[in-house]
């Protein structure tokens, strides 16, 4: 299994915060691989510095053997890296199909103004479309095609942003904490999802996430940090009893 993803020795600081601090780890092309740790630890750091979004002081990020140190963050989804947020980052004024179509728009040239604006389609348009209506297919949100977001329940809007992310075709998925907010059920079907984007279409995938049960139950490896530090990493099976977590998370809910 080839390296997809490789963090090599990435410091980030924010002032006087060191939020990374030399933190290495590799994510391996068709894994699902997470990465936990308590509060505070520098996941979400780590997910910016992939995504561009802050620039390390020191390290390399390589993705499918490219250095992305002088890529500019929308250059990213052209490479094949999406990302889905936190905090949901839909237009809420937009429909649920034209929110999904911006996830393409890098693949177009004027196909995402015409689309969305309805102006006359062209083939590229056409296909768009198509692919974006196959996305909401695929996460059984087809009947709110046409819902503008604002008011559609959260688990609905969670499907609405991995859409968007999947409809670029991305060879690396990164997702903030793609459980949280969501019910037991969604928080199972979300699983069997994710595993069925690695299995069936060869999609790699770098979680960042709190739920533990869900984390240990798809992650392929797992990569835990503390302190902005490498803590421990390994199989779920491997970390299950790790001394290190447990005292890393002690006193903290999982
Ligand atoms: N923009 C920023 N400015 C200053 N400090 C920051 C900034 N972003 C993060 N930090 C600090 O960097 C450290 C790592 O934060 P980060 O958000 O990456 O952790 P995390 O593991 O994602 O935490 P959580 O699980 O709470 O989301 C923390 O000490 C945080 O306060």
């Not at 709110?144 to 075709?169: D, I």
């Not at 037991?184 to 770098?206: A, F, N, W, Y």
Request: hydrophobic fraction near 45%; charged fraction near 25%.
């Amino acid at each position: 299994m080839t390296d997809l993803l490789t963090l090599e020795d990435v410091t980030v600081r924010f002032g006087g915060v060191t939020a990374l601090d030399a933190v290495s780890f590799v994510v391996r092309e068709g894994q699902v691989c997470a990465l936990i740790g308590p509060n505070g630890a520098g996941k979400t750091t780590a997910f910016n510095a992939i995504s561009r979004l802050v620039k390390p002081a020191s390290g390399r990020i390589t993705f499918a053997g490219e250095y992305l140190g002088h890529r500019d963050p929308a250059a990213l989804s052209g490479l094949g890296v999406a990302r889905t947020f936190q905090n949901l980052a839909l237009w809420p004024g937009m429909t649920v199909l034209e929110n999904v179509m911006v996830g393409r728009h890098h693949r177009g040239r004027v196909g995402f103004a015409s689309s969305v604006l309805g102006w006359p389609a062209r083939r590229e348009d056409r296909e768009l479309q198509a692919r974006a209506y196959a996305m909401l297919d695929y996460f059984e949100i087809a009947d709110v095609a046409h819902r503008e977001c604002k008011g559609l329940p959260f688990g609905t809007l969670k499907r609405v942003e991995l859409a968007r992310a999947l409809v670029a075709e991305p060879r690396l998925l990164l997702l903030d904490e793609p459980a949280s907010g969501l019910t037991h059920g969604d928080v199972r079907e979300l699983g069997d999802v994710l595993l069925r984007l690695r299995d069936e279409q060869d999609m790699t995938l770098l979680l960042v996430e709190h739920h533990m049960q869900f984390v240990m139950g798809i992650s392929d490896y797992v990569v835990a940090l503390d302190f902005g530090r490498n803590l421990v990493s390994g199989t779920p099976a491997e970390l299950r009893d790790s001394p290190e977590l447990v005292e890393a998370y002690l006193g903290t809910a999982v």
